[in-house]
């Protein structure tokens, strides 16, 4: 069963960071494109960033860019996003996703094939 979980979430204060993981079961994540969204509580799912796994090219939402960044951990079949200086805005749930053809999109839906069940992100004094 190919599956992905997310984790690393929490409540941390604004200028503070946080560090989420995208753990894959049933399939190797650097065949895949990953891409990590956010939807905060009455907002449309927004893409944040992703890295292709066709020549590791990043993308990040304007939003994001300089404080956010997308890396791979091949040996642990992992995908990372370290947020820093995070701000109330970013409060959302955060997902990542996988796409098959490998190029990424910041587009939420296709391609983007498998989807983890998200991780609680609130930034908050």
């Known amino acids: 069963q190919l599956q992905l979980v997310e984790s690393g979430g929490g409540l941390v204060q604004p200028g503070g960071s946080l560090r989420l993981s995208c753990a894959a079961s049933?399939?190797?994540?650097?065949?895949?494109?990953i891409g990590w969204f956010r939807q905060a509580p009455g907002k449309e799912r927004e893409g944040v960033s992703y890295?292709?796994?066709?020549?590791?090219?990043?993308n990040y939402a304007d939003s994001v860019k300089g404080r956010f960044t997308i890396s791979r951990d091949n040996a642990k079949n992992t995908v990372s996003l370290q947020m820093n200086n995070l701000k109330p805005a970013d409060t959302a749930v955060y997902y990542c996703?996988?796409?098959?053809?490998?190029?990424?999109?910041?587009?939420?839906?296709?391609?983007?094939?498998?989807w983890g069940q998200g991780t609680q992100v609130t930034v908050s004094s």
């Open positions: 996703a996988a796409d098959p053809s490998g190029v990424g999109t910041l587009v939420t839906g296709i391609p983007y094939e498998y």
């Open positions: 049933g399939f190797t994540l650097d065949d895949f494109a």
């Open positions: 890295i292709s796994s066709i020549d590791g090219r990043t």
